[in-house]
Structures are given as structure tokens and as C-alpha cells.
């Protein structure tokens, strides 16, 4: 009887999975979960098998032509997971599925171009665009379209390509590349014979006396005092052997070969110490007491995710290593997500001390091959935890008791493109329901909305309004010059805890009138000088790039923009450059402005690399370490940044939001926040709480340790709410205000919002097409279920040029407003549910 299966294809686009007949050869070898190749109109495409049928929805099926992987790739609570993301996010379900695929494993279906040697090539019939084409592949011959795209980037070459298609100068046939990924093998050797007849076997090892002979029996000796085969580089090592001389003792039978699978574990070569658990205080022991009580709680459906509220330094991570250890002696397994890159080598050591051997990791920065292995080991329950940032959501841990996501609050849990747009913090949660399994959601500074969400459903809040006393042993050579804040006096017990660090707010308009024309202030400078004198260590914080954030012209006003994006370019002093940081364009700074000729051009602003320099003419002692994305673009930066400044090979750390992001380095004493103005007034509802977080997050790095700390925040916006609630670490107050207005402008977490984005190389063509998709969406919400629907727009976007492609938004506010696009074709706009950001 004939098998059916229906499959989910790889590929862009929001097509209806299709049902395929099993050919005799495939029978029994394939079931839910399995990558396969199957047809697809004219091309050969992979997908994911979601289910077997016994009867296909149409008459005629056609074949599964192939099995990629012997075993499933995804799990059964990974399909019905990635079903949930394809109708909350409105994305296609093979986009929602490739998701969860180690990168390189899916191969995208292509074109194999070439020219037709039967059809001669007549120049004077062809367009511009065609005869290029026809250059290029004359040129280089044979070549896939996305070679093609890599050569003709930006230009829509498909209709020319598919004129010469259909004149038949040239031949396109579907094509689908094999996985690169294969294991990696290693050859390991061993002895044939007891270890007794060795003596029996030396005269036929060569010549009496031979170096070949002595180095023959040298390795058979080495391996019979081995228990098991050994790496072939080893005995060579011990022994001195040839290739040529193992290929001989494997020719008399001496010895054998095997191959066996290596691992490319990237955190093989760590060597971290186990650590023994520390003595947990009063509030953390209520807070994980409480979550032990669910994760004893065998598949409960009505499990609730559980917020950790714990403030900057309140030991956060050891509720989560507590809670990994109980989830992991129940026999199931963890994911602990982070919010960057940039955190993971941290939380790696935290999490690798504690349970060496048994932690993965996963994300963009690691090779292929690492993170096939990496997600090989997962699928076997080779490993019990995953960490690293939101796509280690979907590694294929078989039996998952808990998923941990550190720092909820950031945005880059977000993604925006490509699709699907969705956010790992909501897609944790929806995951944790499924498995059923506990979800903890840990932030000094939690989102707005789903605080809000969390107080209406009933969901457990545990706070940790305390920081702990730590690092006392790293810090102790450096509590010089009189008593930190948490030293006792003779006599007295000390404290367990510390405080929060003083945060002193200096209004930049009075320095700017006191004749301090400088980007640190005086309260800033004294601040940093104490800090050297100390031999302690500060981090100054600003979010932005570069040595300089706009150039423009004093006799004109003309600014210097980038031609693709339309957006102030930056200069860069140590690469001579001005850069687009958003597309990547670059040029020379020029000698005279372009609009009218005048020389007086100049950069203006400040960047990081501005704030750098400026510590060098302030403090020319000072050993700086600049970390932003220009830093950190190679592999291992972060980890080799991170690890120079914690070793106290610089006592100045400049960077961008990367420092606002969970760093615990225990001699920083100074915060200094150059620009605390930075994105406050973007034209986005969120723009407040996201200044609000990161400055309280920032601040929170300061005075980990018995040396105490302070912070200093410089602002020519003193007297706004998020400022003013960040300098008082007062989260209570800042939710109360902000949720007001929340309310009464009708945004989150009070309506749901959708973002639908068009984007096209010409303006006119772009406003008018948003015009029209705004008059075909208004039909639609008169039509639905939500008839009060609101539509704003369309209107440019904030960034109103990226890329080359002038950009229109519309946006559609009300209870539901993602049934309005549910069903309907939006041809080629792009599609945010719930969107982080409406810039």
C-alpha cells in the first residue's frame, strides 16, 4: 500500500504544505520530522515531513525523491511550535521550520544557468542588461542565480534572464547543492593481535637493524599498552612511524584501522575550573523555593511563566544555575538564552563550572561544522544544556524541563528580517506551553507590556530587591585608601548586601554655560581621576559609533549623507572614512563641501571613537579599550575584549550598548554615561522605556563589589521621566508613569500593533503603491471581524531611504489586527505582528 506524506517546503513564501507519495525505497525509512527532497513545479526543493496521511488531497501525487537525514531534524514539540510562529507572524510554515535548522544543513532550491551552444548569440537583438548577462556567463560559463545576484547586486536581472530563457539563447534548469555539512572523522588505530605475539610478529617488520623495523615495533608496543585505539597522530608521535610503515603493519594484519565521528566542540579548549556553589541569601532562597515547587510539577499544562525581578547584581544567574541543577537531576534538559553574543563567553563560564561536560552552545559566530556538531549532539541528548542567544531557542534537546531567557528585556531577542518577524521571548513562552515545561523570565528592568500581561493573568512575579556582597577575594588588593561602602567597623557583622550605586545627574547646558566646552564634564573628570589614582577601573558609555555622527558644511548647511540610505554618514578617524552603518557605504572625507564648494566642512557629534581620543588628551595614562561592532567584527573579540579589561590590562572601558548588558567585572567603580539623551526622542512609543532600561542597566555595572561605585549621567534633558526614574533606580515609578501613557494613547500593551512595510528603488512607485495597499487594507477591515481596526498611514518611514529602496509603512492598531491580514495576499510588503520598533 502506498504511503503519503505531507511536507512543508524550505522555502520563501507563504505556500500550503503539499502532499507526496513514498517511493518503494523510501517506505518505513521516513516519518514526522525527516528532511527530504521532493519536486515543486519546475524545481527540486527540501522540506519537512509535518505528517504521514493515508489519503493525499489531490488525485495525482509526485515522489519524494530523496532523504537528507537518516533520522527526524526536528521534534514533534518543534513542528507544532513553528506552526504556532506561521500563524501568529503571518510568515510562511517552511520559513518558520528553517528556523530551526543548523545553517547549511537545508540547502535553498537555485537555477543552474548556461549558455546554449546550439543557439549563436545575436548582439544587436538583445537589451543592455541582457548582453551583460551573456558576457558573464561567457566569462565564467556555468553559474547558479545566486552567483548571478552576487554579480549583479541590486538589479532585477530575472526578467532579462528569462527573455533569453524563452529565445533560447540561454538553458535554466532547477538545481539543489548538497549539504556541505559532514561529520568530521578521525583515524583511530589499534592492535590486531594479542600483545603476546608482537615478538612472534618482528621478523616480518624488515630487515634486522632497520630504522623501519625499530620504528615498527616501537608503535606496536605503544599500542599494545593501550586499552583502546588511539589517534594515528599519536602513535606517530610516540613512535616515529611513517604512513608508509602503518600501511605495511595494516598489510600484515598487525594492526587495523577505524573512523570515528569528532566532535568540533568550540568550548573543548576551555579549561574552567568547577566551582562549588555559593551560600545562597534570604531572597534567593524564597525565589527558589518557588520555582523548585513547578519544577516538581510533572507536565502540568497550567504551568505559569514565572518572572525573575531582580535588580542589577541581586544573583539572578545563581537562582538559574540552581534551577538548571534540579531541572538536569530530574533527568531533563535546559536552554538558558541570552541576549547578545557578547554575554556568552560569561555565561558559558558560569554554566561550565558548574556542569562541565554537559553544555552546548550555540550562535552566529561559531562555524558551520560547530554548530552542525553542536546541534548533532543536542538532537542524540548528548548535551543537557544550550546556551547562547534566541536561536538556541531551537536546539533539538529531546526532553526540555526548562527554558531560561536572561535579560527579557532586550531587543535583540527580536528579529525583524528576514521573515519571519518574531520575538524569542513570546516564542519561549509559547514553547514552554507546549512542552510544558518552566520558563523563567529574569530582567532588573522587564518590559512594560508584559509586566502589565503577567499582573493581569496571575503570573508569579519574584523580586530580589537586593544586591550581594561578591567578589570580596578579586578586590581585596585594591580597597586602599579608606573603607569601601560595605567594610564594617571593629566589632560590627558584615553586611551580606550592597546598595545600588549613587547616580548623579549633570545637566549639560550648565556646563556649556560655565565655559566647559569638553564632552566630559567636571563632575565626570574629577570622577575619573580618582578612579586612576585608585588604580580601580570605569566604563563610559555611549550609544554610537564612530568618531564623529554627522558632517556637514558651515557655509551651506549641507550635511553629507549616505546616497543608498539618505542617513548622516559617520566618520571614522582611525580608518580615515566616512561610513554608512546602515548599508555599509563608505567614501573619503571630502576636502570641500559638494553643494557649494566651501572648505569649511567639518565633523560634528560625538562617537565612540571621539570619546576615545578624548580620554587620551584628558588622561594619558589611561589604558583604553574601545568595544562596539567595529571592535568586535572578528571571532572571539567579545570574548577577548571582555576577558583583557576583566584582567586589568585597561582601567577604561568605551563602548555602546553591549555594556548595558549583564557584565559583571567586579574593580569598576565608575559608570559614566557621556550622552544619556541618546535615542530619547525617536519617533517611537518605546523610546522612553528602552533609555529607561538601558541606563538603569548601564548604571547597574558600577559598585558590584565591596569597592563600591558611582555613576554619573550627563544630559541636556535632566528634567525627563525616564532620566529622572533611571537616576533613582525606580522601576515602580517609571512603570506607573509609562503605563498611563500607554494607555491613554492606545499603544501597547493596550492594542496590538502590525507593521507592513513597502519598499521600492523609485519614490513615486513606492507612495503609490502604499496608497493603494492602504485603500485594499481599509476594504479588508470592513470586512473583518475587527471592523474598529484603526489604520495609521501610510506614510515614509522614520529612516525613510535604506539600501536604495525608498520605505512606506503602514500600521494597523487594534484588538486583533493581524486577522484583517489573515488569508489575504500583501504580494511583496513586509509584515511585523506585534513589531518592536515603528522606525
Same mark, same amino acid.
Given at each position: ?53 493515508? !489519503? ?57 544557468? $548556461? ?15 541582457? %548582453? ?14 545566486? !552567483? ?78 593501550? !586499552? ?15 604512513? !608508509?610503515?602503518?600501511? %605495511? ?103 561550565? +563550572?558548574?556542569?562541565?561536560? /554537559? ?20 538532537? #542524540? ?52 506551553? *507546549?512542552?510544558?515545561?518552566?520558563? *523563567? ?6 518590559? &512594560? ?6 499582573? $493581569? ?14 567578589? /570580596? ?10 573603607? +569601601? ?49 585608585? %588604580?580601580?577601573?570605569? &566604563? ?13 558644511? /558651515? ?23 566616512? *561610513? ?17 564648494? +566651501? ?60 555594556? #548595558? ?50 555613576? &554619573? ?10 532620566? /529622572? ?17 500607554? =494607555? ?14 513597502? =519598499? ?31 489604520? *495609521? ?47
Amino acid at each position: 500500500m502506498t504511503q503519503f506524506a505531507e511536507v512543508a517546503v524550505l522555502i520563501p513564501g507563504r505556500l500550503q504544505p503539499f502532499d507526496y507519495h513514498l517511493p518503494a525505497g523510501l517506505e518505513g525509512k521516513v516519518q514526522p520530522g525527516c528532511l527530504v527532497v521532493v519536486p515543486l513545479g519546475g524545481q527540486r526543493v527540501q522540506g519537512v515531513v509535518l505528517r504521514m496521511v493515508n !489519503q493525499p488531497n489531490v488525485p495525482e501525487t509526485r515522489p519524494v525523491e530523496g532523504l537528507v537525514d537518516a533520522l527526524p531534524v526536528l521534534t514533534a514539540a518543534q513542528m507544532e511550535l513553528a506552526r504556532w510562529l506561521s500563524h501568529e507572524t503571518l510568515a510562511g510554515l517552511g520559513s518558520c521550520l528553517d528556523l530551526m535548522l543548523p545553517p547549511g544543513l537545508a540547502q535553498p532550491a537555485d537555477l543552474l544557468v $548556461r549558455l546554449n551552444p546550439a543557439r549563436p548569440v545575436e548582439a544587436e537583438q538583445l537589451s543592455p542588461l541582457q %548582453k551583460r548577462l551573456v558576457q558573464l556567463l561567457s566569462e565564467r560559463g556555468e553559474l547558479r542565480g545566486r !552567483q548571478i545576484e552576487a554579480a549583479f547586486r541590486r538589479v532585477n536581472w530575472k526578467p532579462a534572464l528569462q527573455a533569453l530563457v524563452r529565445r533560447g539563447v540561454v538553458i535554466s534548469q532547477p538545481y539543489l547543492a548538497q549539504s556541505a555539512l559532514r561529520p568530521r572523522m578521525e583515524r583511530l588505530v589499534r592492535l590486531a593481535i594479542p600483545a603476546e605475539q608482537i615478538g612472534q610478529a618482528e621478523e616480518l617488520l624488515g630487515k634486522l637493524g632497520s630504522p623501519a623495523r625499530e620504528r615498527r615495533k616501537k608503535a606496536l608496543q605503544f599500542l599494545a599498552n593501550e !586499552q583502546k585505539a588511539v589517534a594515528v597522530h599519536w602513535v606517530t608521535a610516540a613512535s616515529g612511524v611513517t604512513p !608508509q610503515d602503518l600501511k %605495511k603493519l595494516e598489510a600484515l594484519g598487525l594492526i587495523e584501522f577505524e573512523a570515528v565521528q569528532s566532535w568540533r566542540d568550540p568550548l573543548a579548549d576551555l579549561n574552567i575550573a568547577p566551582l562549588p556553589p555559593p551560600v545562597l541569601t534570604a531572597d534567593q532562597t524564597r525565589v527558589l523555593q518557588a520555582i523548585l515547587a513547578d519544577l516538581n510539577t510533572d507536565k502540568n499544562p497550567s504551568l505559569k511563566p514565572i518572572i525573575l525581578h531582580g535588580i542589577t547584581g541581586s544573583g539572578k544567574t545563581e537562582i538559574y544555575l540552581r534551577a538548571v541543577q534540579h531541572t538536569l537531576d530530574r533527568g531533563k534538559q535546559a536552554i538558558v538564552l541570552v541576549p547578545e553574543i557578547a554575554l556568552t563567553p560569561q555565561t558559558i563560564q558560569r554554566f561550565q +563550572s558548574r556542569f562541565p561536560g /554537559r553544555v552546548g552552545v550555540i550562535h552566529s559566530r561559531l562555524s558551520a561544522g560547530e554548530r552542525y556538531d553542536t546541534w548533532q549532539r543536542a538532537r #542524540a541528548g548528548l548535551l543537557q544544556v544550550i546556551v547562547g542567544p534566541r536561536s538556541a531557542l531551537f536546539a533539538p534537546l529531546p526532553e526540555i524541563g526548562l527554558l531560561v531567557v536572561d535579560e527579557f528585556h532586550d531587543s535583540s531577542y527580536y528579529q525583524s528580517e528576514p521573515a519571519p518577524a518574531y520575538h524569542a521571548v513570546q516564542a519561549a513562552i509559547h514553547y514552554a506551553e *507546549i512542552l510544558q515545561a518552566v520558563v *523563567i523570565l529574569g530582567s532588573a528592568t522587564p518590559e &512594560i507590556g508584559l509586566i502589565y500581561q503577567a499582573r $493581569r493573568a496571575g503570573w508569579p512575579v519574584l523580586e530580589l530587591p537586593q544586591r550581594i556582597m561578591a567578589h /570580596r577575594e578579586a578586590v581585596q588588593p585594591f580597597l586602599t585608601g579608606g573603607r +569601601s561602602s560595605s567594610t564594617s567597623e571593629e566589632g560590627e557583622v558584615e553586611t551580606t548586601s550592597l546598595p545600588l550605586p549613587p547616580v548623579e545627574v549633570v545637566d549639560m547646558r550648565q556646563e556649556l554655560k560655565a565655559g566647559n566646552r569638553s564632552m566630559f564634564s567636571r563632575a565626570l573628570q574629577q570622577a575619573l581621576r580618582e578612579v586612576l589614582d585608585r %588604580k580601580q577601573q570605569a &566604563i563610559l558609555y555611549l550609544n554610537r559609533l564612530g568618531s564623529a555622527t554627522y558632517v556637514f558644511c /558651515r557655509e551651506c548647511g549641507a550635511s553629507l549623507r549616505c546616497p543608498r540610505c539618505e542617513r548622516p554618514l559617520t566618520y571614522h578617524e582611525s580608518q580615515r572614512l566616512l *561610513i554608512c552603518h546602515t548599508c555599509n557605504y563608505r567614501r573619503q572625507m571630502p576636502r570641500s563641501c559638494p553643494q557649494c564648494g +566651501s572648505p569649511h566642512i567639518r565633523q560634528f557629534g560625538a562617537g565612540t571613537e571621539r570619546v576615545e581620543q578624548e580620554v587620551g588628551i584628558h588622561f594619558p595614562q589611561a589604558r583604553v579599550i574601545r568595544w562596539d561592532s567595529q571592535t568586535t567584527r572578528k571571532k572571539g573579540a567579545h570574548q577577548a575584549i571582555l576577558e583583557a579589561f576583566a584582567e586589568g590590562k585597561a582601567n577604561i572601558l568605551v563602548g555602546t550598548q553591549i555594556l #548595558a548588558k549583564g557584565l559583571d567585572l567586579p574593580r569598576v567603580t565608575l559608570v559614566g554615561v557621556v550622552l544619556a539623551d541618546a535615542g530619547l526622542n525617536l519617533d517611537d512609543f518605546r523610546a522612553a522605556e528602552r533609555t529607561f532600561q538601558l541606563l538603569t542597566q548601564v548604571a547597574g555595572r558600577a559598585g558590584r563589589s565591596p569597592l563600591g561605585g558611582r555613576v &554619573i549621567l550627563q544630559t541636556f534633558q535632566p528634567e525627563h521621566y525616564a532620566i /529622572r526614574a533611571a537616576s533613582r533606580h525606580d522601576y515602580a515609578g517609571f512603570y506607573q508613569y509609562e503605563i498611563e501613557q500607554r =494607555r491613554k494613547m492606545g499603544y501597547p500593551p493596550f492594542s496590538r500593533l502590525v507593521r507592513m512595510e513597502y =519598499r521600492h528603488p523609485n519614490a513615486n512607485a513606492a507612495e503609490t503603491a502604499a496608497r493603494e495597499m492602504a485603500q485594499r487594507v481599509a476594504d479588508w477591515i470592513m470586512l473583518s471581524a475587527y471592523p474598529e481596526t484603526e489604520i *495609521i498611514g501610510p506614510v515614509p518611514c522614520f529612516f525613510a531611504k535604506e539600501s536604495g529602496q525608498y520605505r512606506w509603512q503602514i500600521i494597523l492598531r487594534g484588538m486583533d489586527p493581524a486577522s484583517v491580514l489573515r488569508g489575504k495576499d500583501w504580494g511583496d510588503w513586509r509584515v511585523e505582528v506585534d513589531p518592536y520598533s515603528l522606525l
